[in-house]
């Protein structure tokens, strides 16, 4: 576990939460209240739906399937319309966090065993599970970390995360 965690709180914007991935080379991070409660997850794929809404809000067009799809849409409406995909992309970084985040949360306990946080990532296709005491937020186990207990895990103890 990751007793850093990089985190958002919720009334920061898309933007600022783009710089965080960004500068940290990750791809989600846990939402925390004034109060340093988890109160949501936000991710790219949060981020790309929030994108794709805003196009097709701006262009009256419905987007089918893609990202790529949105971007290309994109790329005409700024050559038709440079105004108009200005406001797009300030839109975007100006959303509020608590209006895109993901608000339930699969989150594990920080005396789950580190199987149980493995689990928890199959069974709900996330890539990383926020660790809680007390619901307050305490550490992070990303996709990573469990590869790498892998490596020296003796399965006969249940290692704590």
Request: aromatic share 2%.
């Amino acid at each position: 576990m990751s007793g850093y965690v990089v985190t958002a709180g919720e009334s920061e914007t898309i933007g600022d939460v783009a710089a965080k991935l960004a500068k940290h080379r990750i791809s989600g991070l846990p939402v925390v209240n004034s109060q340093e409660e988890l109160v949501g997850v936000i991710s790219e794929s949060d981020i790309i739906r929030r994108f794709a809404s805003l196009i097709t809000e701006s262009t009256g067009r419905k987007l089918l399937s893609s990202l790529a799809e949105s971007l290309d849409l994109l790329a005409v409406l700024c050559k038709t319309d440079h105004e108009k995909g200005e406001r797009v992309f300030t839109s975007l970084r100006e959303t509020p966090v608590s209006e895109v985040m993901t608000r339930k949360v699969i989150a594990a306990e920080s005396d789950d065993t580190i199987q149980r946080v493995a689990e928890l990532m199959t069974k709900n296709n996330v890539n990383r599970v926020p660790i809680v005491e007390d619901g307050k937020l305490v550490g992070i186990v990303g996709r990573a970390d469990i590869v790498k207990r892998v490596r020296s895990m003796d399965m006969t103890i249940a290692p704590k995360v």
